[in-house]
């Protein structure tokens, strides 16, 4: 008998492993009764689109919630209607059937009743005619505080609410509306 010529084929297939959505986000800002409200919940991993909901709990009065185009985000917004303490438990699941959910706590105070005061040491240029100053409650997003230049090193915000975490920056502008990039932050819990 001729030698016979054993040939093995070996095909592996690949199933890839759908990886686990998670939220990121894992404290919402507080808010005021009849004021605008504004927080964001994201999430990350797995694959989309996202779906999400509420599962416990209720959001407070007045505030609804709505998914990004991406979907990789839940935004929640509206003017609170009734103050309180409101909890709930945000879920995302991505396409692969995984799901995550994390617990918020978010306080609607009944009016304002603090005041932070930020200072900082003003720019030596000649060339500076003002600051802009940025918060993120909670960490979550910066955003613009102030309409217009101010000129003063002092900066008081009173719309800040009961248990909340704010971070704050500035920022200096030149004669030619150049702004510098943001200052080192600041953190101030209101208790």
Same mark, same amino acid.
């Given at each position: 008998?001729?030698?016979?010529?054993?040939?093995?084929?070996?095909?592996?297939?690949?199933?890839?492993?759908?990886?686990?959505?998670?939220? &990121?986000? *894992?404290?919402? +800002?507080?808010?005021?009764?009849?004021? /605008?409200? $504004? !927080?964001?919940?994201?999430?990350? #991993? %797995?694959?989309?689109?996202?779906?999400?909901?509420?599962?416990?709990?209720?959001?407070?009065?007045?505030?609804?919630?709505?998914?990004?185009?991406?979907?990789?985000?839940? &935004?929640? *917004?509206?003017? +609170?209607?009734?103050?309180?303490?409101? /909890?709930? $438990? !945000?879920?995302?699941?991505?396409? #692969? %059937?995984?799901?995550?959910?994390?617990?918020?706590?978010?306080?609607?105070?009944?009016?304002?009743?603090?005041?932070?005061?930020?200072?900082?040491?003003?720019?030596?240029? &000649?060339?500076?005619?003002?600051?802009?100053?940025?918060?993120?409650?909670?960490?979550?997003?910066?955003?613009?505080?102030?309409?217009?230049?101010?000129?003063?090193?002092?900066?008081?915000?009173?719309?800040?609410?009961?248990?909340?975490?704010?971070?704050?920056?500035?920022?200096?502008?030149?004669?030619?509306?150049?702004?510098?990039?943001?200052?080192?932050?600041?953190?101030?819990?209101?208790?």
């Amino acid at each position: 008998m001729k030698g016979s010529l054993a040939s093995v084929l070996l095909v592996v297939f690949t199933v890839p492993a759908l990886a686990y959505v998670d939220i &990121t986000t *894992t404290a919402l +800002p507080n808010g005021v009764l009849g004021t /605008s409200y $504004s !927080g964001v919940i994201s999430a990350s #991993g %797995g694959c989309t689109p996202y779906v999400w909901n509420v599962v416990s709990g209720k959001l407070p009065a007045g505030i609804s919630a709505k998914a990004s185009n991406t979907t990789t985000s839940l &935004t929640l *917004t509206g003017t +609170p209607q009734t103050a309180g303490t409101y /909890s709930f $438990s !945000g879920q995302v699941t991505g396409c #692969g %059937g995984h799901h995550s959910s994390v617990s918020y706590k978010i306080v609607i105070q009944p009016t304002l009743n603090h005041v932070v005061d930020v200072t900082w040491k003003p720019s030596a240029s &000649t060339n500076v005619v003002g600051y802009d100053v940025y918060r993120a409650p909670d960490g979550v997003t910066w955003k613009k505080i102030n309409v217009s230049l101010i000129a003063s090193t002092l900066y008081s915000d009173s719309t800040v609410a009961n248990g909340s975490t704010y971070y704050y920056a500035a920022t200096a502008v030149d004669l030619e509306g150049h702004e510098s990039a943001k200052s080192a932050t600041i953190k101030v819990t209101v208790p």
